[in-house]
């Protein structure tokens, strides 16, 4: 049982591109999440997915875009990465928005 | 102020020791609280959900306390293992986010 995975687990950007992180749960989950951790910071909510056709923003949705692709996928884009989006990434599912939340194991991402 | 508040630490203790974090939030309104722990460069994982009357798990025993609005984490006999951050998380009851990460107390407990 993989639980939730997401890909890739580290990426180097120059500022500018443009990358899609992808994440993907097998447990069924109706609500998914796209945190960014930074030191200090704790977690910060950047995009959810309350159930699969949705998406409303978190605390800092600048700079990103969301798709649920189905109930298993959520995918993160970056259109235009900046030095300020540098940073671990995670995502998360639960089975409702109220219930704890799983994570994966990480995207550290930085931009040049 | 935060909605969720934690000492950073680091807490340092000898193996066997007991350490006990606590974990202050300002909705009065909130309902659920659990507790997580973060390993360095790692996921943070579930320990534990609090209940309103404590709930133990092993070494791991959480408590609430509305009146002060605190929750905390007791763990009895360290181990090296339980070195990591602890991440106190509360539920918020409306808007968006319905919960809320703390930034942690990081825990080092040495030989």
């Known amino acids: 049982n993989a639980g939730v995975t997401q890909t890739p687990k580290f990426q180097v950007l120059k500022t500018g591109q443009s990358m899609t992180l992808q994440c993907a749960q097998d447990m069924n989950h109706n609500s998914m999440y796209w945190y960014r951790q930074d030191p200090g910071m704790g977690l910060r909510l950047i995009y959810y997915?309350?159930?699969?056709?949705?998406?409303d923003k978190g605390e800092v949705p600048n700079g990103y875009n969301v798709s649920r692709l189905n109930k298993r996928e959520f995918s993160l884009r970056l259109e235009s990465a900046a030095p300020s989006q540098t940073s671990v990434y995670f995502c998360?599912?639960?089975?409702?928005?109220?219930?704890?939340?799983?994570f994966g194991d990480g995207t550290r991402l930085s931009i040049l | 102020r935060k909605e969720v508040e934690q000492d950073p630490g680091p807490f340092n203790v000898p193996e066997g020791a007991t350490v006990a974090f606590n974990c202050t939030y300002s909705n009065s309104a909130s309902q659920s609280f659990f507790w997580y722990r973060q390993d360095c460069r790692k996921e943070p994982k579930l320990l534990m959900s609090v209940y309103s009357s404590g709930n133990e798990d092993g070494r791991f025993t959480a408590q609430l306390n509305r009146a002060s609005q605190y929750i905390s984490l007791l763990i009895r006999d360290s181990k090296l293992s339980d070195s990591a951050t602890y991440l106190c998380v509360v539920r918020r009851n409306t808007g968006f986010q319905k919960l809320v990460f703390g930034t942690g107390t990081r825990l080092l407990v040495s030989p």
């Open positions: 998360a599912s639960s089975e409702a928005r109220d219930q704890p939340q799983h």
């Open positions: 997915s309350a159930s699969e056709g949705t998406t």
